[in-house]
């Protein structure tokens, strides 16, 4: 994941040269995967001290004991931290925060897997510890990294990724039940209902992309689409299991099924709660 609102279609300026030379033009072609995430708790935070070099050369240096927060770094060349900069100040409490392009092999950097209690692998702990980071690995503006994360969740949440997980499951069934007998009035109800929710939630998608990419806010769209699509996941598991009661499963549904069954709880958890949502919803609205 790279910052999307500090890429260079959005602002020339908020990129330093040696970024535009070599980490953020491999990242945007693909030749190296990044990762984030903006998801930490007060003790997870990273402080970075600004320290002076020689030549007014300007850098940032995390100090002992490492700081840890956990990303999505299995393929990932680089990672992109939110770190505080500057003091926290009580009356402006989102302000002091940049973001930073950090190299995985970087001196002073281990990542440790965290495995899931059904053994596979999606995070790690990135525990930096004296991590030097030029300050040309500064990703936008210092002292607006918070204004870049939220800007940047607006397309996380609104990506394809919040409403596709349970599809493979879908398709799958759709080929089990019309191998069999031509379906009564309420599987093709049940049917229709999930693939037409289903386009629904794609055109969302698609038209909060467009918004984004066209510099505008998003902000509330994006929350609602996430809160439809992620409900629509764990309901779709429900309407599958119910239809494939009656008939034969090939192991290809039994084992789509039962992952399914498996991950159903954290679809409206991951990358914040529909609770969470619902209160920036409300808050765009006026409403708190």
């Not at 930490?40 to 840890?68: F, K, T, W």
């Not at 599958?240 to 409206?268: C, G, M, N, Y």
């Amino acid at each position: 994941m790279l910052g999307c609102v500090a890429l260079p279609f959005r602002d020339d300026q908020t990129l330093r040269p040696a970024q535009s030379d070599d980490g953020v033009s491999a990242a945007t072609t693909g030749g190296r995967p990044d990762a984030g995430d903006a998801s930490h708790d007060e003790s997870a935070q990273v402080n970075l001290h600004l320290i002076l070099l020689p030549g007014d050369r300007v850098a940032y240096a995390c100090p002992p004991p490492g700081a840890y927060v956990s990303v999505r770094t299995m393929a990932a060349h680089q990672v992109v931290v939110l770190a505080r900069t500057s003091p926290p100040d009580p009356d402006r409490r989102h302000a002091g925060f940049s973001q930073f392009l950090v190299p995985c092999d970087a001196d002073g950097v281990r990542i440790e897997p965290i495995v899931l209690m059904n053994g596979e692998h999606h995070f790690n702990e990135v525990i930096f510890d004296e991590v030097f980071v030029p300050d040309a690995d500064v990703l936008g503006e210092v002292g607006n990294g918070w204004h870049q994360v939220t800007a940047e969740l607006s397309f996380e949440r609104s990506g394809p990724e919040r409403m596709l997980s349970t599809v493979p499951l879908i398709a799958a069934a759709i080929r089990v039940l019309s191998a069999g007998p031509p379906p009564d009035d309420r599987t093709a109800a049940d049917i229709g209902d999930l693939l037409a929710r289903l386009i629904s939630l794609r055109q969302l998608s698609v038209w909060v992309a467009r918004t984004l990419s066209d510099g505008k806010d998003a902000a509330n769209q994006a929350a609602l689409v996430k809160d439809l699509g992620t409900r629509f996941e764990q309901e779709s598991v429900g309407v599958i299991a119910d239809l494939l009661d009656q008939s034969p499963r090939t192991p290809e549904v039994a084992t789509l099924l039962a992952t399914a069954w498996l991950h159903k709880p954290v679809f409206t958890l991951r990358g914040g709660t529909n609770e969470v949502l619902r209160g920036v919803i409300a808050r765009g609205m006026g409403l708190r």
